[in-house]
């Protein structure tokens, strides 16, 4: 058990080693493979098939709506694509989902996004039916484009009577029930496809669409051939975007040489909605981040190596410690986060310091693992010298060493690569129009 700061950087550290992230790496391999070859199966990670078949072309034309449902805000959008100068504009609204409505049920979420939509259209004065796009940020069975059951909920969503129910059915229920006027929706789409087709309108390499935010996931171009569970048409198309929701990869036990006691200690707390899954998400993901270190930190002062022993009210409450903190400390604010945000006090230089190494150390971690699973995802197309990843998040995009780290690894892990990361502008939004655009055509 780790008890100095050392042990702890150790703990987090060592498994993720580049020796460590090949190991990782085959092991996401194998559960891909597994996923892709059954419906039914028991592996890990499900591979959904997401009946996006080709990026978006740069010729779609019109206007669109999107909806965002999927982190702490639910957007609104309506999105003008402008083929002739390949421009995206937009007009969104931004609303936020309160924890109470996370965990609320079936009526009230989709009523919510029912109503939301329906204001929109009128605060906009959009009368006429629009082709709209869903980007619903879940693990969702899609029988279709426009069809999908959620599997179950993650992040802290827990909305009840929803798991196991039709999506675009429940949007619609829920509209009808409130004599909303149709809505045209023509696309189901998970966040990362978005980001994927929001960075291939304009990058016909782009075959991987990564989300590094409050929860993580990528999606990737296969070759059809390789998707055995595809029970659909074969003559229409060879290849298919599939939704990995990696994020569930550990969860019967590959990573159980990488997990620490602090990620079990703070997964194992009745705060957390989903305890003892999504574990790779909880190691990577900004949700999760503040708590890991929290738990080291309540490790450390229990010993009495910080803060003299003395903890505060705001350290002992679960989320006390933001994953937020993690970037300002590791911009130089540790100070600052440790005596006005946390509460504690006396705080020394080398209580910062240690502080400092423990997020540096978790921070790493993540951004390595993230990288492991880029790399496998490039290494499993055969596209190692050239392929475009695209990326959104608000880890990846705030957290100010985490790109950084994760491009290091990914380049120790394949030297001389031809991967390019670009950041999408929006890929929930911009990507759930461009869905439904390429749908309409
Ligand atoms: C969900 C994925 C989603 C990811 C990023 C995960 O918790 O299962 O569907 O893509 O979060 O938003």
Redesign the pocket.
């Known amino acids: 058990m780790a008890s100095s700061v050392g042990d702890i950087v150790d703990a987090f550290l060592k498994p993720v080693t580049k020796e460590g992230l090949e190991a990782i790496s085959s092991r996401l391999l194998a559960q891909f493979e597994t996923g892709l070859a059954k419906e039914k199966h028991d592996g890990e990670v499900k591979m959904l098939i997401t009946y996006v078949h080709n990026l978006p072309s740069g010729e779609e034309n019109g206007d669109f709506l999107a909806l965002d449902l999927?982190?702490s805000n639910f957007r609104v959008l309506k999105i003008t694509l402008d083929s002739e100068n390949r421009d995206i504009s937009q007009v969104d609204s931004k609303f936020s989902i309160s924890e109470e409505l996370k965990k609320s049920d079936q009526d009230r979420l989709f009523g919510f996004i029912a109503e939301s939509l329906n204001n929109f259209k009128k605060e906009n004065g959009i009368t006429s039916k629009l082709p709209l796009g869903f980007t619903f940020?879940?693990?969702?069975n899609q029988t279709s484009l426009t069809a999908g059951t959620l599997i179950h909920w993650?992040?802290d969503f827990k909305a009840a009577n929803c798991e196991g129910n039709d999506v675009v059915k429940m949007l619609r229920d829920a509209s009808d029930a409130r004599k909303f006027p149709d809505t045209d929706i023509v696309a189901l789409v998970?966040?990362?496809t978005g980001t994927q087709m929001a960075v291939g309108y304009s990058d016909q390499d782009c075959h991987v669409g990564v989300?590094l935010?409050?929860?993580?996931?990528a999606c990737y171009t296969e070759r059809l051939d390789a998707v055995t569970k595809f029970n659909g048409d074969r003559s229409q198309h060879d290849k298919v975007i599939i939704?990995t929701?990696w994020?569930?990869f550990g969860d019967k036990g590959s990573l159980k040489d990488v997990i620490t006691e602090f990620d079990k200690a703070f997964d194992s707390q009745p705060e957390v909605e989903n305890g003892g899954s999504?574990i790779y998400?909880k190691m990577i993901?900004g949700k999760y981040l503040g708590e890991i270190v929290r738990h080291a930190m309540l490790k450390l002062i229990n010993g009495g190596v910080l803060f003299g022993g003395k903890s505060s009210d705001v350290l002992k409450k679960f989320e006390g410690f933001k994953s937020s903190y993690l970037s300002d400390i590791e911009k130089g604010e540790c100070m600052d986060v440790l005596k006005n945000k946390c509460g504690l006090d006396p705080v020394t230089e080398q209580d910062c310091e240690y502080v400092t190494q423990i997020c540096r150390a978790v921070s790493t971690r993540a951004a390595r693992l993230a990288a492991a699973g880029i790399v496998t995802i490039v290494r499993k197309m055969g596209r190692e010298k050239k392929c475009t990843v695209a990326v959104d998040?608000s880890l990846y995009k705030l957290h100010p060493e985490f790109r950084f780290r994760m491009r290091a690894a990914i380049n120790e892990m394949l030297p001389c690569n031809g991967v390019i990361i670009k950041e999408s502008r929006d890929g929930s939004g911009r990507g759930a129009a461009l869905v439904a655009a390429v749908a309409k055509q």
């Open positions: 999927g982190g940020s879940f693990p969702v993650t992040k998970n966040d990362t989300i935010g409050t929860g993580t996931n939704n929701e994020g569930a999504q998400e993901s998040g």
